[in-house]
Nanobody, 117 residues
């Protein structure tokens, strides 16, 4: 069983920045082959992909966050980060970490990000 623990969420004003982290309780060898992603779910909406980073470091982003959010990973710390800048009220959601490899998939419990106008 793999646990993903998110942290760093909170309340921020529009235009501000926030960084959320996701620490994985798995071996470094597993973490190194996992694709890691951040998803979010706002009230009344479906969960959507925000950003994803492959084991090789390739990234992709939702159009709504391109140029504002940056995903990165630290294999030594088995942690993936999402740096969020120029935050907008519409970025308000619960942000979930996701790890996937070889047919396995795990989710974190989520961290709330609230952007006030």
């Amino acid at each position: 069983q793999v646990q993903l623990v998110e942290s760093g969420g909170g309340l921020v004003q529009a235009g501000g920045s926030l960084r959320v982290s996701c620490a994985a309780s798995t071996s470094r060898s597993i973490f190194s082959i996992a694709a890691m992603g951040w998803y979010r779910q706002a009230p009344g909406k479906q969960r959507e992909l925000v950003a994803r980073i492959t084991s090789g470091g390739s990234t992709n982003y939702a159009d709504s966050v391109k140029g504002r959010f940056t995903i990165s990973r630290d294999s030594a710390k088995k942690t993936v980060f999402l740096q969020m800048s120029s935050l907008k009220p519409e970025d308000t959601a619960v942000y979930y970490c996701n790890a996937a490899w070889s047919g396995f998939e795990y989710w974190g419990q989520g961290t709330q990000v609230t952007v006030s106008s």
